[in-house]
């Protein structure tokens, strides 16, 4: 296949998460989150994170993930970390705030501030965020793609 035949990966719309009950996932994760809901129903509920979402599914049938993660992006990482060791939630050992919920999944949290990853100022404003800002070390990443902030 023809190198420009082949489209290009530009970003995520999604992430699917195999819980065991919605409404006990949509309790667990509101215990150390603020988010609104795009929709829900028995078996499904979406977590709205702007122009992305979250989908809760039911029916997780494989054992706890280990190195299978992904980075749920925050606007206060250290409010997190608060929030997760106030709902008595373990933290894993390792350089990252990571943590599995209680179906296994495997979750890294990571601030804004801190990642090449940057929401359109429209979403931003759209979710009340506009005051977020990149430190140094991302605007530097950014900087070098040619993709530092307006």
């Given at each position: 296949m023809a190198?420009?035949?082949?489209?290009?990966?530009?970003?995520?719309?999604?992430?699917?998460?195999?819980?065991?009950?919605?409404?006990?996932?949509?309790?667990?994760?509101?215990?150390?989150?603020?988010?609104?809901?795009?929709?829900?129903?028995?078996?499904m509920a979406f977590i709205d994170l702007g122009d992305q979402f979250i989908a809760l599914q039911r029916g997780r049938k494989q054992p706890a993930d280990d190195g299978r993660h992904f980075g749920l992006v925050v606007d206060d990482k250290e409010a997190a970390r608060k929030a997760l060791e106030a709902a008595g939630v373990?933290?894993?050992?390792?350089?990252?705030?990571?943590?599995?919920d209680p179906w296994g999944n495997r979750i890294e949290i990571v601030g804004y501030d801190n990642i090449q990853f940057t929401k359109a100022a429209n979403v931003l404003r759209g979710m009340g965020l506009m005051h977020l800002v990149k430190n140094e070390k991302a605007k530097k990443e950014l900087a070098e793609k040619g993709m530092t902030p307006e």
């Amino acid at each position: 296949m023809a190198e420009s035949a082949k489209p290009r990966l530009i970003g995520f719309n999604h992430v699917a998460l195999e819980v065991g009950d919605i409404d006990e996932a949509l309790a667990f994760y509101s215990r150390f989150f603020t988010f609104k809901l795009r929709g829900k129903s028995d078996s499904m509920a979406f977590i709205d994170l702007g122009d992305q979402f979250i989908a809760l599914q039911r029916g997780r049938k494989q054992p706890a993930d280990d190195g299978r993660h992904f980075g749920l992006v925050v606007d206060d990482k250290e409010a997190a970390r608060k929030a997760l060791e106030a709902a008595g939630v373990t933290l894993l050992d390792g350089p990252f705030l990571d943590f599995r919920d209680p179906w296994g999944n495997r979750i890294e949290i990571v601030g804004y501030d801190n990642i090449q990853f940057t929401k359109a100022a429209n979403v931003l404003r759209g979710m009340g965020l506009m005051h977020l800002v990149k430190n140094e070390k991302a605007k530097k990443e950014l900087a070098e793609k040619g993709m530092t902030p307006e």
